[in-house]
């Protein structure tokens, strides 16, 4: 599955993300609610860059940050809906 299939905004069941479920989105990262929950990990978020880049030695560093402010916040407000005693990224 490519994540840059589902932000050019093609929606179907092999993707896994519909526009309804974005939940953050600016100039350059986007944040879903993935479709598919993993049952031990209820709250699945996905934080992706909303340009391709073949691989993270080629994201420019202001991706990079963005991507992990954007974690820490939806982390922080998951941490608060869910009372769980953690999180976890990948």
């Not at 050019?8 to 993935?34: P, R, S, W």
């Not at 934080?47 to 391709?52: G, L, Q």
Request: charged share 25%; with cysteine.
């Amino acid at each position: 599955m490519s994540l840059c299939i589902g932000l050019n905004g093609i929606e179907n069941e092999d993707t896994l993300l519909m526009q309804a479920d974005e939940v953050y989105k600016d100039d350059l990262v986007t944040a879903y609610i993935n479709s598919f929950w993993i049952p031990t990990c209820e709250g699945h978020v996905i934080v992706v860059p909303n340009e391709h880049f073949e691989n993270i030695y080629e994201m420019p560093e202001e991706y990079g940050h963005r991507v992990f402010e954007v974690v820490k916040k939806i982390s922080i407000a998951m941490k608060k809906a869910y009372k769980c005693d953690g999180i976890t990224t990948r």
